[in-house]
């Protein structure tokens, strides 16, 4: 069982406790409707029961497709943008490679620069597979990206190319039907799950599987902590927890979240954790801006701004608790001023940092802390199901709809316009 745990850390009194005890009750029937799943977004709410789309049998079917690319491929192209490719990709980067197969990310942008890249990445592997993946195909990054690896493939295996391709689309559409009559293989994109709440469907797992990982441990993670948090409707759901702290520090006039962290490794988790509560808060001219600091490192350029700047923004921490490395501090007999560190391991210095950091930030601003046990595929489930579930939570709270995104389809009626669309 993989524990999260939730703790809040105010030497700045800004936020009372009875106070807090008292929202967290008033904020209880919106837990209870994100815990149920509400009849409104039942479209949206496929990943809500983690074993619809990750039972299993899908499990099977994922291991099986999986398993052909691994016995064959040293490179598989995940081609996606946004939430079809930031769980896979948060997860794969964490942890390291698993086994032979390197995974290449493309269609997440249009810069020449960075596509000539992945050909480059290409030229040296030997058998190479692609994994496409759009809820809706018209989404312009993913299509370009596609038709150039297409071309890639083609030149290089000829017409037997498409057994290498595996698209991951929505059944029944004009794309869907396309890559049947190409000989694809197909995975469903869940038809009742938006892109960023995708974690625990095909559009993370196979690729995962592909590259070696144990989705199944993920997949225990997630269906734990979907347990834990739809067990318990009192005020110490976690999830309610966090997501009460927050939305009362937006009411306070703290207006952007950081999530906070002392492993550069959660670097791209935390853009997956950007997507999700960004674009499922952001509208009518609510919500947090959700931002990250990579620490220590970001101690010296934005540190500054947190301690002392725009009282603008709090803090969510994601503090490992677990040590899994150590790296101990040789001894030295130059006098290189660092004398007050021997015997020491990196470990215990971070964890120093990061008592330090929390010690002085709370004198500023309530410090939320998240605490993790260890970095692993169990964790990640955990993770991303506690999340989905607490921003439900908190868009309940403040009263927008956690599932729609209609704000992005503006500047896409601008670009089409510019490219003759
Ligand atoms: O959460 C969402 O629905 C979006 O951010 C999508 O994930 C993103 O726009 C990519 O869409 P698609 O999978 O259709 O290419």
């Known amino acids: 069982m993989t524990d999260i745990n939730f703790k809040y850390v105010d030497n700045s009194g800004l936020i009372g406790k009875e106070e807090y005890k008292a929202r967290l009750e008033r904020n209880l029937p919106s837990l209870d409707r994100a815990l149920k799943g509400e009849e409104k977004y039942k479209d949206t709410l496929g990943w809500h029961n983690v074993s619809l789309w990750a039972g299993e049998e899908w499990l099977e079917k994922y291991e099986e497709t999986a398993l052909r690319v691994r016995k064959d491929a040293d490179a598989l192209v995940v081609i996606g943008i946004g939430g079809s490719n930031q769980a896979a990709r948060a997860v794969y980067e964490a942890l390291g490679r698993k086994n032979d197969v390197e995974i290449i990310w493309a269609g997440n942008t249009i810069s020449p620069y960075s596509m000539n890249e992945v050909l480059k990445s290409l030229e040296n592997k030997k058998s190479v597979y692609v994994d496409c993946i759009a809820k809706n195909f018209e989404t312009l990054e993913p299509g370009i990206a596609f038709r150039v690896i297409r071309n890639f493939l083609d030149k290089r295996y000829g017409d037997s190319y498409s057994s290498r391709v595996i ?10 039907n396309m890559a049947e009559k190409e000989g694809y293989t197909l995975l469903p994109f869940p038809s009742n799950i938006g892109g960023r709440y995708t974690a625990l469907s095909p559009i993370c797992l196979f690729p995962l599987a592909v590259a070696g990982f144990d989705i199944k441990a993920m997949v225990k993670g997630a269906k734990d902590m979907e347990s834990r948090l739809k067990s318990d409707h009192s005020i110490l759901n976690v999830a309610l927890e966090y997501a009460t702290m927050r939305t009362m520090l937006k009411e306070k006039g703290k207006s952007v979240e950081l999530l906070s962290y002392f492993e550069p490794r959660f670097f791209r988790f935390a853009k997956w ?6 674009e499922s808060e952001g509208k009518e001219d609510k919500g947090l801006l959700p931002m990250d600091t990579s620490y220590s490192e970001d101690l010296h350029s934005l540190g500054q701004f947190v301690q002392d700047g725009s009282p603008m923004l709090f803090e969510t921490f994601l503090n490992v608790t677990e040590r899994e490395s150590t790296c101990p501090l040789p001894s030295d007999e130059l006098e290189d001023g660092f004398k007050y560190l021997d015997g020491k391991d990196f470990w215990e210095i971070n964890k120093a940092a990061f008592n330090a950091t929390l ?23 955990a993770l991303f199901y506690f999340f989905q579930m607490a921003c439900y939570v ?13 704000g992005v389809e503006d500047y896409k009626k601008d670009m089409f316009k510019l490219l003759g669309k």
């Open 167 to 176: 698209v991951t689309f929505t059944e029944n559409t004009p794309s869907w």
């Open 273 to 278: 954790w950007k997507q999700l509560f960004g």
């Open 359 to 381: 010690a002085a930030h709370s004198r500023r601003f309530p410090c939320l802390v998240l605490e993790i046990p260890r970095f692993d595929e169990e964790t990640y489930g």
């Open 394 to 406: 908190s868009c309940n709270i403040t009263g927008v709809n956690p599932f729609d995104q209609n």
